[in-house]
């Protein structure tokens, strides 16, 4: 073999320098350590799925951008869990004065609790009422301004307060004397009230009177880790402070449970599982490779020299993500569990070739020579094309797997070069005076038995292959795909959870799609909204939509205010002593004025208006807070929101071709929602995950040429790695496995993986003309080295992310079958190859 490309003299010169200052590669070990301890507190947690998928494709902008502007994950819910109907005035009380403690306390901006029906919500427009009527509507109002017209709305007004309706017409009568409130609401469209308020109390409740529902708006933003630690840790303090006043009270028992959910909890829950996942799969797959190390050499010795190099590896790794990345999100979590099952192959394949040279004789310093003259160039090249399949990666446009594949090859490369020089330090420090019998054998786990079987039976091992190959390749035609993204979210954030049961029990619809006009002022986007809604609500027809909801009907179209403006200007004196004569009229009626005062006055305010509504005449109200659902202001305009939800399980997948038609019309109008990111995403993922392999496999490829020095060799190493995808995928469509965003780029991880074996395998028969001791040498050291990879691997079942967990199990899938046939297939065709 020549290799005149790879730095072949690289393995010896490194193992040198580790066996000639052991102590001060060590100590420089050891200092890597407390760096990376000191730097892991400066990594940020990413908690966002949308940082995982491309982040330069328009699609995930535009709904993106959408989440940003209307604050979707901006909301603190408040849960509370109300007990029967006997109790319930109890629990309303400690209700109010959590909500009341909420409402007072510096970290959050406003509590929607209590909503007293239309008059708290419609109040505020009854000053401009006006603007919502028609211009001969507006002059017939003021016709009816002179006295007589006074007189008989005073008697209106005393007829309504006789009335056997009670309280709420009193309530009304005196917000309204004009009684202008049923043309108000026969005119506006309150889009955004979702949760319907009981009656009687005025409380969000859901249809069966059990949970109780507070709606609060923190003042920063949910993606403020910190600021959500800060937050949830005081919510506990706000619970004692209301049970506090409650018991003050006189109430006895236990007061109702009370839960949150929402962005802030439902982040910090995902940053928590992150962080839970990195250390669990980290430790896992330690402890996991450590005792299959120990099993494998059989001395507690051994345990070092995995664990030193292993470790100061990741600390290396880690610090080059802090530096370089900064941030660690659900799929980079993961880097610790895949370097230590990549890694630790390097350890057993090299340390298993120094303890064969012990025990067929070489003292110290001519074994370590051995393992990096002979095995060191095919851990070299290994790790090479390992770190290369990873490398590529970065030709995707998902962020997520750029950052790992980044972070993963990088750590590969630094994990080789730290076990050339710490493994021969230590075996240095610890091993060199041990007699040659206190070195065992690694252990086969039956591996030389089964390569010395094909061997014995090379055309039944052919024919076997050929039939499982063909099998598992009809199976992976049933493979399907999972577009989902929610899917790739994690079940166990109990955040997610309560969300989940608070949409199912109120009947919110909390992922519809949304089509988003932008506009440079609010005046033009709410225009141009209100010019789609006709299309729009023509496909709310069960087929296409189920229901379209959106605010702007609460602003009346602005050229009928312009109309209705104009009569006002035309009317100066409408105004004029209107409070002193309905006053008069209200005494002469037998009322008194004075609680009738500020209905009057919002009445003659709206006489004398000169400007169309906007937002701003909202501030402070409650329907502001509805408005700011559906408008919202970025830099250089105002986006107006109209939802639009599909039917009961239809268009999962992509959105109604209409719907994307009408907006294709409208080049001010966006598209934008989980099912239109997932069609998104399923177009393009396949032509990411293709272009990763491609380049991992041509990059493989061209770097086993360099080092076999014959493209028919290279070719012959790729063998085991293609059989086993194919087996890989047949097996996952066995077992009812899907393929998703996340695992589709499994095959170019497993590229990496799988060649190794092969390069080893190769690499040893050519070395010593394939001896039987040899290769029942190498196939021992093959399937140590793939179990330990199933360990490393299999760290990502236990993660709490799905995503992540089907890597994992596709990745042992492949792992696995790459090393059965490197030790089982590729030495029956080698032997075949050498007949000829």
């Avoid at 706000?238 to 006895?252: M, P, Q, T, V, Y």
């Avoid at 409650?622 to 559906?630: K, S, T, V």
Wanted: charged fraction near 20%; include cysteine; aromatic fraction near 8%.
């Amino acid at each position: 073999m020549s290799g005149r490309l790879l730095p072949r003299r690289l393995p010896l010169v490194l193992v040198r320098v580790g066996r000639r200052f052991p102590r001060s590669v060590i100590a420089v070990s050891l200092a890597m350590w407390v760096v990376a301890g000191l730097l892991a507190t400066r990594m940020n947690v990413e908690t966002d799925i949308l940082s995982l998928v491309p982040q330069h494709n328009q699609a995930v902008q535009n709904f993106k951008s959408t989440i940003e502007r209307f604050g979707t994950v901006d909301t603190l819910l408040v849960v509370v869990r109300l007990g029967p109907e006997e109790h319930r005035e109890r629990d309303l009380a400690f209700a109010d004065h959590l909500a009341a403690g909420l409402q007072s306390w510096d970290l959050i901006e406003w509590v929607e609790y209590r909503v007293d029906n239309s008059i708290e919500i419609i109040q505020p427009l009854l000053g401009r009422a006006v603007l919502f009527m028609d211009p001969d509507e507006v002059e017939a109002v003021i016709a009816g301004l002179d006295d007589s017209g006074l007189e008989e709305r005073a008697k209106a007004v005393y007829a309504d307060l006789m009335a056997p309706q009670g309280l709420m017409t009193k309530e009304v009568v005196r917000a309204d004397p004009f009684g202008l409130m049923p043309r108000l609401l026969s005119r506006v469209r309150l889009g955004g009230i979702e949760v319907s308020a009981d009656p009687e109390t005025g409380v969000l409740v859901d249809p069966s009177g059990r949970l109780l529902l507070m709606l609060a708006r923190p003042i920063k933003a949910a993606q403020d880790l910190a600021f959500n630690r800060e937050l949830v840790s005081g919510l506990d303090l706000k619970l004692d402070e209301a049970r506090e006043a409650w018991e003050a009270e006189g109430w006895d028992g236990e007061p109702p449970a009370v839960e949150f959910t929402g962005g802030y909890v439902v982040t910090l829950d995902d940053s928590e599982l992150i962080v839970s996942d990195a250390v669990l799969g980290l430790g896992s797959a330690l402890v996991g490779v450590m005792l299959l190390f120990m099993l494998a050499f059989r001395r507690k010795v051994a345990l070092v020299y995995a664990f030193v190099p292993l470790a100061t590896g990741l600390g290396l790794t880690f610090a080059f993500g802090v530096l370089v990345l900064g941030r660690m999100n659900s799929l980079t979590s993961a880097f610790g569990g895949l370097l230590v099952g990549l890694g630790i192959d390097f350890i057993i394949v090299l340390y298993g070739r120094y303890v064969e040279e012990r025990q067929a004789g070489a003292d110290h310093g001519a074994a370590i020579d051995a393992m990096a003259r002979h095995t060191g160039v095919g851990v070299l090249l290994g790790a090479v094309t390992t770190a290369a399949t990873f490398f590529a990666f970065l030709a995707t446009d998902f962020r997520g797997l750029t950052e790992l594949g980044l972070l993963t090859g990088t750590g590969i490369l630094l994990l080789v070069v730290t076990v050339f020089l710490l493994l021969p330090a230590l075996l240095t420090t610890l091993q060199h005076r041990s007699r040659r019998g206190a070195l065992h054998v690694i252990q086969s786990f039956g591996a030389d038995w089964l390569c010395a079987a094909a061997l014995r039976r090379p055309r039944l091992v052919i024919i076997g292959a050929a039939l499982l190959t063909v099998v598992f390749a009809w199976s992976a035609w049933d493979l399907r795909f999972d577009d989902d993204i929610q899917n790739m979210r994690s079940p166990d954030n109990q955040g997610m959870k309560l969300r989940t049961e608070v949409m199912e029990r109120f009947g919110l619809r909390f992922t519809p799609m949304t089509v988003r006009v932008d506009g440079r002022t609010e005046r033009e986007a709410i225009s141009v909204a209100r010019s789609l809604l006709p299309e729009l609500e023509a496909l709310v027809d069960g087929e296409n939509l189920a229901d379209v909801d959106t605010i702007v009907d609460l602003f009346p179209d602005y050229e009928d205010q312009a109309k209705v403006l104009n009569v006002l200007k035309g009317e100066p004196d409408a105004a004029v002593d209107l409070a002193v004569r309905f006053s008069e009229a209200l005494r002469r009626e037998g009322l008194n004025p004075a609680p009738f005062s500020a209905g009057i006055e919002r009445f003659e305010m709206g006489l004398t208006l000169t400007e169309p509504l906007s937002l701003d005449d909202l501030e402070g109200t409650l329907l502001e807070r509805m408005a700011r659902r559906y408008i919202a202001e970025f830099e250089g305009g105002v986006s107006v929101a109209i939802r639009c939800y599909p039917p009961a399980g239809r268009w999962r997948r992509e959105a109604p071709p209409a719907l994307e038609a009408l907006v294709d019309r409208h080049p001010e109008a966006v598209l934008t929602g989980p099912n239109v990111v997932s069609a998104e995403l399923r177009r393009i993922v396949w032509g990411d995950a293709f272009r990763a392999s491609l380049i991992g496999i041509v990059l493989v490829f061209l770097l086993m040429w360099a080092d076999f020095g014959s493209p028919g060799r290279s070719a012959l190493a790729l063998l085991p790695l293609v059989l086993g995808m194919v087996w890989m995928l047949g097996v996952m469509s066995f077992l009812g496995l899907r393929i998703n965003f996340m695992n589709i780029f499994v095959i170019t991880m497993v590229i990496g993986i799988g060649v190794d074996y092969s390069v080893h395998f190769l690499h040893r028969w050519f070395e010593t003309g394939g001896s039987p001791e040899a290769l029942a040498g190498i196939s021992k050291a093959i399937v140590v080295a793939a179990l330990t990879t199933i360990v490393g691997f299999g760290s990502l079942v236990l993660s709490h992310y799905p995503g992540l967990r089907s890597v994992g199990f596709a990745a042992i899938l492949g792992a696995l079958a790459t090393a059965v046939i490197s030790i089982t297939v590729l030495p029956v065709l080698l032997r075949w190859r050498e007949s000829r």
